[in-house]
DNA sequence: CGTCTATTTGAATGTACTCAAAAGCGGTGG
DNA sequence: CCACCGCTTTTGAGTACATTCAAATAGACG
């Protein structure tokens, strides 16, 4: 049960002492799920926040075709959530599933705003990690918008190395928005130049 | 000179007393661009906060092709800049220049972690305004994952109605991630059901 | 009014998708 | 321990959405 995963992540930015870091942890219950199970699905309305502490999860919507398409993995060390949904309390488009068994540390909203009061160190913690999750997703549409499907495939592996190691092909053709087929297609055949 | 805007956005979110909005506002510097100026190039190490009084900002990227692909609109009401840049210290590769004669309140990275530790309560408004703008990102990724461009248009006219109204057809077509040609075609052919 | 930029239109092309089927791989149970 | 089942990956042929390049037209602005 490593909770310290969370207070070192969190760490990285802001210090808490002993006594800040209990009453931080007093807040999250821990939670497990196994491979395929749901952590939350479209059409709820989902406020928790979610920080994976072993694992992988995988945050997709399915479009109106069926196909579904992925928003982000979820590895340990990272947030997982429905931001959509939890600020606006309205039901969520996105699912959130394992990848494998995985463990996590969830926190109903309602608490997190307790903490910002009682902590408001924390509240700068989330304010960093939003914001550097704001200009990673930046990049990535910037991305998606200039970059052909090989090239995006190229950007992923720099990105994220160890996650090429772990995630089905796939799952990654979900992530970089071509087909599982044609991806296939792409490795296989000779690199141009 | 409404800096009122700034003010009355801020406190959409968070209640500042007339105090502490004269503290705030000693933080920003007024600033004008005309249109086709810029207000930041790629390259640079851009570490301003800018939110916009009036006109409109485009804040796009330029590919290895010299093709611009739009990040984001800056109409007033609206923060811009490069968020990639400014967390990292690092160039951008963002681009910012003005659609229209623009105003807008400039404040100094430093000067914002300044505030934070003045005005906690300002802090509170960036974490609330970060989470929104990720959020929509989000729902803007989704988007371009799922939809034909047909219907990225629709849902860029339903979110942005009043840009619609006063971005040229090429701009949208950028942020859509189109070519004009393609966006003037679709336009123009009878629509399919 | 003239120039510059945005938009439209057309024909040829290309990147990525669809559908189908085969091959590979991993887990599970008998 | 092996056989089977389900899921992922591969391969192929045909197709579609969107691009490229080119040229004509329309609009905006000084």
């Known amino acids: 049960m490593s909770q310290q995963l969370l207070i070192d992540n969190i760490q990285r930015y802001v210090q808490l002492d002993p006594n800040e870091q209990e009453l931080l942890l007093s807040y999250f219950k821990p939670k497990k799920i196994k491979k395929k199970h749901f952590l939350f699905q479209e059409g709820e309305v989902h406020k928790n926040g979610c920080f994976v502490l072993s694992g992988c999860l995988r945050c997709y919507s399915i ?3 069926g196909f579904e398409h992925v928003l982000q993995f979820g590895p340990a060390g990272w947030w997982v959530g ?5 600020l606006n309390g ?7 599933d394992a990848i494998y068994d ?5 926190i ?16 700068r913690y989330f304010r960093i990690i939003s914001e550097r999750s704001l200009a990673a997703f930046q990049q990535r549409m910037i991305g998606n918008l200039s970059n052909t499907a090989l090239e995006r ?4 592996c720099a990105l994220y190395p160890s996650l090429i190691e772990i995630l089905p092909q796939k799952q990654i053709a979900s992530y ?11 490795l296989s055949s000779p690199r141009p130049k």
């Open 63 to 65: 479009d109106k075709n």
């Open 82 to 86: 429905d931001m959509h949904s939890a």
């Open 90 to 96: 309205t039901p969520g488009i996105l699912n959130a």
């Open 102 to 106: 995985s463990e996590m540390l969830i």
């Open 108 to 123: 109903a909203r309602a608490d997190q705003e307790k903490v910002y009061n009682e902590l408001p160190k924390v509240e």
């Open 153 to 156: 495939y190229d950007s992923f």
């Open 176 to 186: 970089i928005g071509v087909t599982p087929e044609f991806l296939s297609k792409m």
